[in-house]
């Protein structure tokens, strides 16, 4: 079949969007390829249709657990049969789902990058017919990333053992510096690089100095009709801005990853289906949700770095129409971003007192619990070793960017059963065991023959109503014939899972040095140093900053941020000719000897009105006469 065949037949649409049909192409032609496209822009295509025209197993890498699920549950929705291989499940769920992908018809098999190393996988990989290799959110695999992943650097020894297979590597934001780095990493050959840009049309950008948060956000959301989304950094904001937006009487709801899983899918669902209006959340949503008529984000508290911040933005106006991304910031929070570049690195001393800790906590013997997944209560494990749970929680991440552990907070497994045993052998374990028949009978009258080949998804609730029993009795009953080995039951989770991605280190041989973390600190301030430099900048179009950061120039202002806006709004007052060209002449001989910030150029001319300033500047860039140089600052042509 076709890619436009494939594309109607899947997924029902007639044409692809832009840059998808040439990475087709591109992946087809058995190029390495890179693929950058903005939130949104249907990057999963790109590697799901080329793997439809090939035989043999598409292998895909991604680094979150919700993000595999998600994209599975769409394929199978689509009919095409997918698995995926993450930590907390069982070692038999594993074995079985590989096993599929080496004599079964699966085409797309989920992995997480940790999992290449082990030698079950490996071993099965070698017998397995793989057609494609996707690396999924490939910026993790760069050192200068915002969300660097050390287990990705082993891709490229997992490459040796398919040479003759190629790569596509995608991802929503790179820098120029990020580019070069993944094809690197990845041993490109026959490299293709696609970008679309990142300018988004129909999506402005503002940012507003606002003491009144509450104020300005009613004010915002009042003005913008239409599906939104709120960014807080505590799970307390979000509950607490949620209620005063109710006490307004519009219709809010909070969501973060604390709360059960059958409340974030209640709350998650009932805002894509527009019964609520409003979802204020931290960053723990929105992640794999597709959803087009979002109007409106704000961020009410600054994101880390601008990589996330273009993300979360970037779910607002998938379906091109008019959209707005507003973030609300004050004095306190811009020095709030500061602080927290000291609260996220903490000692090494102390990082490895945590991991210590948890060990000990989780009972766990040095050399043990190899991509082991555990229920982890951080404030409970912080009560008990009477730590800050700020400080362990950005320990944690630290561990984490040294491929040491991985905290799972947004973690949910439905509870899955398979049948172990052949029909015949089943028909006579009902007849000696009258009190689980039920169960069994009722098992298969729901769910089918399929429990006999694959590992299917169940409800013991659902069980439950049907037998006109409890809950606990079905799963205690599920428990006895996995134990009996007639069937394998994996009991749900929805706790946050602390996974072991290394056998258990001796704490004081931890792989952790200052020089490193003093590093990995520097690079994070730069991050929060960009962040800052956006929101505060004066003058020039949000666009072209966003873009300017990922290394894009974008010539023209977008004319739809809130700077572009209120240059529009000012009338010019007409300065005599004279007047004029002397302040053309201050301005430039002033940036002449000192590419200057925006900001400081206004300062110096303090005696001038800013709106005039402002115009004579925005012409001389206009004219060529100054333009922007790669620090954000202003200088003479």
């Known amino acids: 079949m076709s890619a436009h065949a494939i594309l109607q037949q899947y997924w029902g649409y007639s044409a692809f969007r832009p840059l998808q049909e040439d990475i087709i ?15 949104g822009g249907g990057k999963s295509i ?12 598409c292998i895909v890498i991604s680094p979150l657990i919700a993000l595999m699920k998600d994209q599975v549950e769409q394929l199978k929705k689509r009919g095409i049969p997918a698995v ?3 930590s907390g499940m069982s070692a038999r769920e594993i074995d079985f789902h590989l096993d599929n992908c080496v004599y079964g018809n699966v085409k797309f098999l989920y992995v997480s990058p940790e999992r290449l190393k082990t030698e079950l996988f490996l071993e099965r990989a070698r017998r397995m017919m793989i057609g494609l290799l996707a690396v999924d959110e490939a910026h993790c695999i760069s050192q200068w990333g915002y969300d660097f992943r050390p287990p990705y650097l082993q891709i490229s020894d997992f490459r040796a053992e398919i040479p003759d297979v190629n790569v596509v590597a995608l991802t929503a934001t790179a820098t120029a510096v990020v580019k070069q780095d993944i094809q690197d990493k990845l ?6 690089v696609f970008q679309k840009s990142f300018a988004r049309a129909n999506l402005s950008y503002s940012a507003f100095y606002e003491e009144d948060k509450d104020r300005r956000l009613l004010k915002t959301l009042e003005g913008v009709p239409g599906t939104a989304v709120v960014y807080v950094r505590s799970r307390k904001r979000t509950r607490l801005i949620a209620k005063k937006l109710q006490a307004k009487g519009i219709s809010a709801d909070y969501y973060h990853a604390g709360l059960t899983t059958e409340e974030r899918a209640a709350r998650q669902d009932a805002w894509i289906q527009d019964k609520t209006r409003v979802i204020v959340a931290t960053n723990a949503f929105g992640m794999g949700i597709d959803k087009p008529n979002v109007r409106l984000v704000v961020h009410v508290d600054l994101p880390d770095t601008l990589e996330a911040y273009y993300q979360e933005a970037g779910r607002a106006g998938r379906d091109e129409k008019k959209a707005y991304a507003v973030v609300l910031y004050d004095q306190n929070d811009l020095d709030t971003l500061e602080k927290r570049i000291e609260i996220s690195f903490p000692s090494a001393e102390f990082i490895r007192g945590v991991y210590q800790n948890i060990a000990n906590y989780l009972k766990v013997a040095v050399g043990s619990s190899y991509l082991s997944s555990y229920n982890f209560d951080l404030t409970d494990f912080s009560d008990t070793y009477q730590l800050n749970p700020i400080s362990v929680y950005h320990a944690i991440k630290r561990l984490a960017e040294e491929g040491l552990l991985q905290l799972n907070e947004n973690f949910f497994q439905a509870s899955t059963v398979h049948i172990k045993v052949e029909y015949q052998e089943l028909y006579k374990f009902k007849i000696a065991n009258a009190a689980l028949d039920p169960l069994l009978s009722n098992l298969l009258r729901v769910y089918g023959g399929e429990l006999y080949v694959n590992f299917v998804t169940i409800s013991e609730s659902q069980l439950a109503q049907l037998l006109q029993t409890s809950v606990n009795d079905v799963i205690k009953k599920l428990k006895n014939l996995h134990e009996r080995e007639i069937v394998t039951y994996q009991p749900r989770k929805d706790r946050p899972q602390l996974v072991f991605m290394t056998p258990r280190h001796n704490a004081q041989q931890l792989p952790l040095t200052e ?8 690079q994070y301030a730069e991050k929060v140093q960009a962040v800052i430099h956006y929101v505060a900048h004066p003058v020039r179009c949000r666009t072209q900053l966003l873009l300017a950061y990922f290394g894009e120039n974008y010539p023209v202002d977008c004319e739809v941020c809130d700077h572009c806006l209120r240059r529009k709004k000012q009338k010019r007052k007409k300065l005599p000719v004279s007047d004029e060209i002397e302040l053309r002449q201050q301005i430039t001989k002033y940036l002449g000897k000192n590419p200057t910030p925006p900001d400081v150029l206004f300062q110096k001319l303090a005696g001038q009105e800013e709106g005039l300033v402002l115009s004579v500047v925005k012409e001389m860039l206009d004219q060529g006469d100054l333009y922007y140089n790669q620090q954000g600052c202003l200088a003479v042509s």
Do not use: W
Not at 46 to 57: K, N, T
């Open 187 to 192: 041993n490109f050959r026959r490299s293709r």
């Open 25 to 39: 192409d591109a992946v087809l032609a058995h190029h390495d390829t890179l693929a950058l496209l903005p939130t």
């Open 84 to 86: 995926a291989i993450y």
């Open 515 to 522: 020089k490193k973390l003093k590093e990995k600190k520097q």
């Open 46 to 57: 790109c590697f799901q249709v080329p793997a439809l025209m090939r035989e043999g197993v």
